[in-house]
């Protein structure tokens, strides 16, 4: 087997790793926005009619406990009609200059797309593409083409739109990977700048892993979605070549394995480890996966489920609705 030849390991002492909900999105049965009291500047109201019922929904962007209790409160018919979730990596060093941080991003960014394999997670179609804005997409991996997102680019993984999906597969997860520096339409301050690597549930991922009514995020652990986050060591193996063929001509088979071995290794350091989901010969089986990195990425997710069981339990505890 061929050990995979990639960027180096950044070093990720120097990062702060994160994760946190980006939105969630209510369906509600019935309109009530002006008795919820929730901040405008991060909340969005859309009148929806569905199921002979004219209702709503409301989308909540970096919704915090007290916000989700008060939904829990005032809406407990409503049900979770999507949520995504991040993993930020943030370089920690605030005095550094801005260039010096935004190569740390980038780096750490390049590295995620040379290790990330979102495919063996429930809900997310193998398909990827790249975008520098609104109107713009481009191919990542074609049979002509062999690139990556550049630094001003976003990465796409998976289905946002099922219109493209496979109607003959499940598809309720997409992610997108890029460099952060707005949030909710605001520019944001130079240390605050990050690499952000996101996941999205539609209804029907909501549903598939129980999140269905506002009580149930309290209650949910997110490590359940480390699979989309999980991260591998692919190395390219040799081709299982029919031995009546490799016997028979053994060194014009050599010359071919060896040829489809290079073609494997030049698709893995120029597209990435999601590559694997077209490319048989990059090996990413259970033996292949970056332990330290995923162990890493599951305990930001444990902090999550951690820190909105506490803080709900805190504010119940002390009355504070």
């Not at 930020?88 to 980038?106: C, N, V």
């Not at 049979?143 to 493209?164: L, P, Q, V």
């Not at 990059?282 to 162990?295: E, I, P, S, W």
Request: hydrophobic fraction near 40%; proline fraction near 6%; aromatic fraction near 10%.
């Amino acid at each position: 087997m061929t050990p995979l030849a990639s960027l180096p390991e950044p070093n990720f002492d120097l990062f702060k790793i994160s994760c946190g909900i980006d939105f969630v999105r209510f369906f509600s049965p019935i309109s009530k926005s002006l008795a919820l009291h929730l901040p405008l500047s991060r909340i969005y109201y859309k009148p929806m009619h569905a199921h002979g019922h004219d209702g709503m929904l409301v989308t909540i962007h970096d919704p915090k406990v007290y916000d989700l209790i008060i939904v829990t409160r005032e809406l407990p018919a409503a049900v979770i009609d999507a949520i995504e979730v991040y993993c930020d990596f943030t370089p920690k060093d605030k005095t550094i200059p801005l260039k010096e941080r935004h190569d740390r991003i980038e780096d750490v960014r390049q590295w995620l797309i040379s290790h990330l394999l979102p495919w063996q997670a429930v809900g997310i179609q193998a398909a990827t593409r790249i975008s520098a804005g609104l109107g713009h997409s481009a191919p990542v991996y074609t049979d002509k083409i062999r690139t990556r997102a550049t630094a001003d680019e976003t990465m796409y993984f998976g289905h946002s739109d099922s219109k493209y999906a496979d109607p003959g597969k499940p598809n309720f997860a997409f992610m997108r990977l890029y460099k952060k520096v707005r949030d909710n339409g605001a520019a944001l301050l130079p240390a605050n700048h990050r690499c952000h690597l996101e996941v999205t549930l539609n209804q029907f991922g909501c549903k598939h892993f129980g999140l269905t009514y506002p009580e149930s995020i309290f209650d949910f652990d997110f490590r359940d979605l480390g699979e989309y986050f999980r991260l591998v060591k692919p190395e390219v193996k040799r081709p299982a070549t029919p031995k009546r063929v490799s016997a028979g001509h053994p060194r014009l088979s050599r010359f071919f394995d060896e040829r489809r071995m290079r073609a494997a290794a030049e698709t893995l350091i120029l597209v990435g480890s999601h590559a694997a989901s077209h490319e048989k010969l990059l090996n990413v089986d259970r033996l292949h996966r970056h332990a330290a990195g995923n162990k890493m990425i599951l305990k930001s997710l444990d902090d999550l489920s951690h820190r909105i069981e506490k803080r709900r339990n805190y504010v119940r505890e002390w009355g504070s609705f």
